[in-house]
């Protein structure tokens, strides 16, 4: 009779073959951003002589594309071509000066082969050089991270602004984003709305560090997204129906807060000498050590529910949390905010508490203009002349 497998024999071998099977996946997307790259540089470092614009004609780029796509396929469009030409523009230091010298691409991942005697892996040159030249220093926005596809890095070449681009590529890197993923947060302007509770200097530190949670308002959107709910704007809703749709897209709830937030529950029972209170969401923001309470509201703000989540996270700071975590932060999500109201309902150094608008849809580019200029005056930085990148609107 044959012995049942092992259920942990089991998983370390799944285990080995899924590890084998993203490692793999993550060779061949690093071969083709790579080859993309150096297509690149051949056009605009070899046939252009490192001039922005082709003076030897479209034509030598179309027969070019004529004789790839003949023998390597559709991929090489004159579109693409020029996709590549625009990678390389945006990313010239991609890979190292000395991979840069190379004239042509090798493999970059190691070989094996299998002789009479035993196996045998060998590493390319160009993956040595990859190695060693880009081994030395921590990696930043500009450089090669195998963890960005092709499809990520042509997502990031539709942000205009260097800045914004520099961040979603820190964000997209250190948070595991897939590229629709990625998509999605270009889509809803995250950069932009990070920016309202940011200086000159906090700017800077996003397109250097990414998103970078150190206090409160680290974490904080105006407005929150939510787009992927598929819900109307409309006054018959109540909380419970936005409560319910939440929940049931919670992953995508999650992307949108960010990255360090673990859902604890809902409507939990908060009891005060008989009286019962039930907070519509809790979270825990794991770098922060801290609970984080959301209470939807389907009006405007008044200081009643403000009120409201001060006892709510005043209860959680003294029966929840622990002298080892840090205080209780109250999220109240709302359809409009007058901030003056907020301003002085909240004391000033009781920055736990904060108002964000949510909306169920992405933002226009004039709305966005519009919101920007106020945020830019208020900080004194410029605001780019080039044309923001307009998401596509989702069909009612």
């Not at 809803?188 to 509770?197: A, P, Q, T, V």
């Amino acid at each position: 009779m044959r012995k049942p497998v092992k259920a942990n024999l089991y998983t370390r071998i799944r285990a080995i073959l899924e590890s084998a099977r993203t490692a793999v996946a993550r060779s061949v997307n690093t071969t083709q951003v790579i080859a993309n790259w150096l297509v690149g540089r051949e056009i605009i470092e070899e046939e252009q002589q490192g001039k922005s614009r082709a003076e030897y004609g479209a034509s030598v780029l179309l027969e070019i594309s004529h004789k790839l796509q003949k023998e390597f396929g559709t991929g090489y469009s004159i579109d693409n071509l020029e996709l590549f030409r625009r990678f390389y523009a945006a990313y010239p230091s991609l890979i190292s000066d000395a991979l840069r010298r190379k004239s042509s691409i090798d493999v970059p991942y190691e070989i094996t082969t299998i002789s009479d005697a035993s196996p045998r892996k060998s590493k390319s040159k160009f993956a040595q050089q990859i190695s060693n030249t880009q081994g030395e220093e921590p990696w930043k926005p500009g450089i090669l991270n195998p963890n960005l596809s092709w499809t990520h890095y042509r997502t990031l070449l539709r942000v205009s602004r260097i800045e914004a681009r520099c961040f979603y590529e820190i964000e997209a890197a250190k948070n595991g984003w897939s590229a629709r993923e990625l998509e999605r947060q270009i889509n809803s302007l995250l950069f932009e709305r990070l920016l309202k509770s940011r200086d000159k200097k906090g700017v800077f530190a996003l397109a250097q560090k990414g998103l970078v949670a150190n206090k409160p308002i680290d974490i904080m959107k105006d407005p929150v997204i939510l787009e992927f709910l598929d819900l109307p704007e409309s006054n018959r809703l109540v909380e419970t129906d936005v409560e319910a749709a939440l929940l049931s897209k919670l992953k995508d709830f999650l992307l949108e807060l960010g990255s360090g937030f673990a859902y604890v529950g809902r409507q939990q029972r908060l009891s005060l000498n008989g009286d019962h209170f039930y907070p519509d969401l809790v979270f825990y923001h794991i770098k922060l050590k801290c609970y984080v309470i959301i209470d939807l509201k389907v009006h405007k703000v008044t200081h009643n529910d403000l009120g409201q989540m001060q006892m709510y996270v005043h209860y959680y700071d003294r029966e929840i949390k622990t002298k080892s975590e840090n205080p209780t932060i109250g999220l109240i999500l709302c359809t409009d905010k007058n901030d003056a109201v907020v301003k002085y309902v909240l004391d000033e150094k009781e920055r736990q508490i904060f108002a964000s608008r949510y909306q169920y849809e992405l933002p226009s580019e004039d709305d966005l203009r519009q919101e920007l200029r106020r945020e830019m005056d208020q900080l004194a930085l410029p605001l780019s002349a080039k044309p923001i990148h307009k998401p596509s609107r989702r069909s009612k």
